[in-house]
């Protein structure tokens, strides 16, 4: 290489001329000059190569990682801004809920305050829409509002049962809605007792065989659980009675007793029959498939287990005599007589009324 410089250098001082040619590399080409070995500089030319293309090539990943940044950020901006869109288009809509919401609470609180169970259909209608706009509320954290319309439909409840509980003797309705009531108030602590909406004057009444006394038995419960009260008409007998039982959603059992005394004859005799028995009350409703009752039925069953005779008087010479007939009649004789039970519309608030 030095002589080919040394040569060309001469050659340009010859012709007096700086000629300034452009760079041929051609001498150079491996195919007219073989390929000699690298000098130590031209190794380290050559590494700085491949590490400057590596470089390179991370450069160019960059790049393309920092356009797929921005693609995703664009992708993201654009679905925030769908997500805006939607959120304030539901924002619109609950206030339009909201606002139905409130005009339907006030209604239900309006016709509340009157305690009609003609109006309870209606005022149900109205919470509906009160509790779906407060649950509806309290699933988009709307915590505030979704109390604020719970509370409402609380107070509407509120209203109706204590004028409820004041009215309802006047009015004919299902016992099981006096109940249903009953437990939502139980579960919101009001403290109002609608359990006596619920009970009914349950009555039987019957002829003796002289088809002239006449029996009447009285009960004022919710299913014919109690005392249930005798009274007899027609008759110069004095007499009294009771029945208790306890009663389930279905049936009563329980047991009776009455007194039956009987003073005649000249100079008189009296005499005193002692009753007891087994008594069962059965009712039976008839519901629509949506749990409208369309009828109630009771029967009453009694059975005469013992019954015990005393007598007394005074024989015609003035001398006075008791005893007793032993052992008593119906011990095992008595299957049992069935009567159908008359169930008052309207609650009832003791035996008379």
């Not at 390179?56 to 997500?83: H, M, N, P, S, V």
Request: proline residues 4%.
């Amino acid at each position: 290489m030095r002589a080919l410089a040394a040569l060309t250098l001469a050659s340009g001082s010859l012709s007096g001329v700086r000629a300034q040619p452009s760079p041929d590399y051609q001498p150079f080409d491996p195919t007219r000059i073989g390929s000699p070995a690298l000098t130590e500089s031209e190794k380290g030319i050559d590494a700085l190569g491949t590490k400057v293309k590596e470089i390179a090539d991370q450069i160019a990943k960059a790049k393309q990682r920092i356009a797929d940044l921005q693609a995703e950020a664009a992708e993201r901006a654009k679905a925030g801004a769908e997500f805006e869109k939607y959120k304030e288009q539901l924002r619109q809509k609950m206030e339009t809920v909201d606002q139905l919401a409130d005009e339907r609470s006030q209604k239900a609180i309006e016709k509340a305050e009157a305690g009609k169970i003609d109006d309870l259909s209606a005022i149900r209608d109205d919470l509906t829409v009160v509790i779906e706009a407060s649950r509806l509320n309290a699933l988009l954290g709307n915590e505030e509002k979704a109390l604020k319309q719970q509370q409402a439909a609380v107070n509407a409840l509120e209203k109706f049962s204590s004028k409820f509980s004041e009215t309802c003797s006047d009015q004919s309705f299902d016992p099981g809605i006096a109940l249903g009531l009953e437990r939502q108030n139980q579960m919101h602590g009001t403290g109002i007792d609608l359990t006596p909406c619920a009970k009914r004057r349950h009555t039987i009444e019957y002829l003796s065989f002289d088809n002239i006394t006449e029996w009447k038995w009285k009960n004022c419960s919710m299913g014919g659980e109690g005392e249930w009260v005798m009274t007899v008409k027609n008759t110069p007998l004095k007499m009294n009675g009771t029945l208790r039982a306890t009663v389930d959603s279905t049936s009563a059992e329980g047991t009776y007793t009455f007194q039956m005394v009987i003073e005649s004859g000249s100079p008189p005799i009296k005499t005193t029959a002692d009753e007891q028995g087994d008594m069962k009350v059965i009712v039976h409703e008839e519901r629509a498939k949506n749990g409208t009752l369309i009828k109630r039925d009771m029967t009453l069953k009694l059975r005469a287990t013992h019954t015990h005779l005393k007598y007394s008087g005074t024989d015609a010479s003035g001398h006075p005599f008791s005893g007793e007939l032993t052992p008593a009649p119906y011990v095992g004789t008595t299957e049992g007589t069935s009567y159908t039970v008359k169930i008052s519309g309207k609650p009832c608030k003791s035996l008379d009324e």
